[in-house]
């Protein structure tokens, strides 16, 4: 029998549909690596099934306290991170509208705190954290996309509004929303799917959010997936060997900026000094053959208008005194003027 690797057998035509479709969920490959646990505690082996168990059971109440109210609240609950203590439970929920979950003097908070304590019959603690950006948050993007569903507003046209949205922010380099169901109403099921930007799924250090929810209409469910990258986290070391990189360019390109004006300021020295003696070279041709030197431009442009309009006003006292002067000459008599000359 083949083999493949060490002792694994090449799987047979009648064996391939085991090895189809294993995916792999963009947050849970890369916990440890950029990413952290939602749950956070340790226990026991025996006690392990009964956390779990309640951790689900606690995201669930949180999810349908709201649901549930009349009229329902779009508390939009991105996550809900638990961490346990001794015999304490402290819940943090992310959301995008703290208010509705907070409530007007915190009392629906309380009362939600009181409502799992109940339920749970341990100790809880119960903070509420706001997300500053709900269109980088791939959870609440899909719940909106869902939600656009549920109110019968056409599936393309929602989720090229969502992906619009998140693409107008400048931390957000690519999303794919892929939407599985009896789309539209129609009696087949199909996968549409819309995306813009890079989505590097097996890329580790890609800091890629991924959020799934189910819109209820009245063909059936129908399920939304939304993955949005936001670039690499890189380790320490390589954030200090980009950054020195960075400083390295720039120096290099400061450089090269001063050594470029240095070049540009001798090349016009030069020109100046070449002007320069071009001028003392004429002027001493002229000056050997007894021409006048020629005057600079500007002054020649100068001397090329008329004089009224070089110096208005003399000309206008020239103008009068010549006035004046024929007009005592023609009242002299012909003795006079003869007496005169």
């Known amino acids: 029998m083949q ?48 956390f779990l168990l309640e951790d689900i059971h606690i995201r669930t109440l949180i999810h349908d306290y709201f649901r549930k109210q009349n009229p329902p609240k779009d508390a939009a609950v991105s ?28 009392r629906d908070v309380e009362d939600l705190r009181l409502h799992i304590q109940k339920r749970i019959g341990k100790d809880i603690n119960v903070s509420v954290v706001e997300v500053k950006i709900p269109e980088l948050d791939a959870q609440l993007v899909a719940e909106s996309v869902a939600n656009q569903m549920e109110r019968r507003i056409a ?28 789309l539209g109403g129609s009696e087949m099921a199909r996968v549409e799917e819309t995306k ?19 819109a209820g209409t009245t ?17 320490p070391k390589a954030l200090r060997a980009l950054d020195q990189a960075k400083m390295r360019a720039e120096e290099e390109k400061r ?10 300021a001798a090349a016009m020295a030069e020109a100046a000094a070449l002007a320069q003696a071009e001028e003392a070279a004429e002027a001493e041709e002229a000056v ?21 309009w070089e110096f208005p006003a003399r000309s206008r006292s020239v103008q009068a005194a ?3 002067a024929n007009s005592e000459d023609n009242s002299m008599s012909e003795p006079a003027k003869q007496e005169g000359r």
């Open 196 to 214: 813009d930007g890079k989505i590097p799924l097996h890329t580790l250090r890609a800091d890629i959010d991924f959020g799934f929810t189910e």
């Open 79 to 106: 996550r809900v991170e638990i961490e346990r203590a001794a015999t304490k439970v402290n819940i943090g929920i992310h959301t995008a509208k703290p208010g509705i979950i907070i409530g007007r003097g915190g």
């Open 288 to 308: 050997g053959t007894g021409a006048t030197p020629p005057l600079p431009p500007e002054l020649q442009a100068l001397q090329d208008l008329p004089p009224e």
């Open 219 to 235: 063909a059936g469910n129908i399920g939304v997936k939304v993955w949005i990258y936001k670039g690499d986290i890189l380790p």
């Open 3 to 50: 083999t493949m690797g060490l002792f694994r057998p090449i799987p047979t035509t009648k064996e391939r549909w085991h090895y189809v479709g294993q995916k792999v969920h963009p947050v849970g490959l890369r916990l440890g690596i950029n990413r952290t646990w939602e749950s956070k505690w340790y226990s026991k082996k025996k006690q392990y099934a009964d």
């Open 322 to 324: 010549n006035v004046v």
């Open 155 to 182: 599936f393309r046209r929602a989720m090229r509004q969502a992906m619009t949205r998140t693409m107008k922010n400048e931390k957000a380099l690519g999303i794919k929303i892929r939407c599985c169901g009896r």
């Open 255 to 264: 450089l090269a900026a001063a050594e470029q004006a240095e070049t540009e």
